[in-house]
Nanobody, 114 residues
Framework: VQLQASGGGLVQPGGSLRLSCAAS????????MGWYRQTPGQQRELVAD???????NYADSVKGRSTIARDNAKSTMYLQMSNLKPEDTAVYYC?????????WGQGTQVTVSS
């Protein structure tokens, strides 16, 4: 399984961004996909994750400002973020957990700055 994350960039505070994560390879049903983020010197933290049936879970820090979605037919996951804050600056990684195995994408940088 390979994951390709995209959509990061530089955005002003209060702006919006949509991240995408395309999965390829042999993926079984019942998997979980998620977005994590990491800043230098900090542990990677969960931003949001979503089950195969669409049930989603969000970190308190992004709740109400972000929407996670997935298109199972395209094996693609999205994260729409709005009202971005400087503290959202991080490298964002996507993850797919499938049959007890975790697969990670390469990360995409999100920088929120004026």
């Amino acid at each position: 399984v390979q994951l390709q994350a995209s959509g990061g960039g530089l955005v002003q505070p209060g702006g919006s961004l949509r991240l995408s994560c395309a999965a390829s390879g042999k993926i079984f049903g019942g998997n979980v996909m998620g977005w994590y983020r990491q800043t230098p010197g900090q542990q990677r933290e969960l931003v949001a994750d979503i089950l195969n049936n669409g049930a989603a879970n969000y970190a308190d820090s992004v709740k109400g400002r972000s929407t996670i979605a997935r298109d199972n037919a395209k094996s693609t996951m999205y994260l729409q973020m709005s009202n971005l804050k400087p503290e959202d600056t991080a490298v964002y990684y996507c993850k797919l957990s499938n049959r007890g195995i975790d697969f990670w994408g390469q990360g995409t940088q999100v920088t929120v700055s004026s």
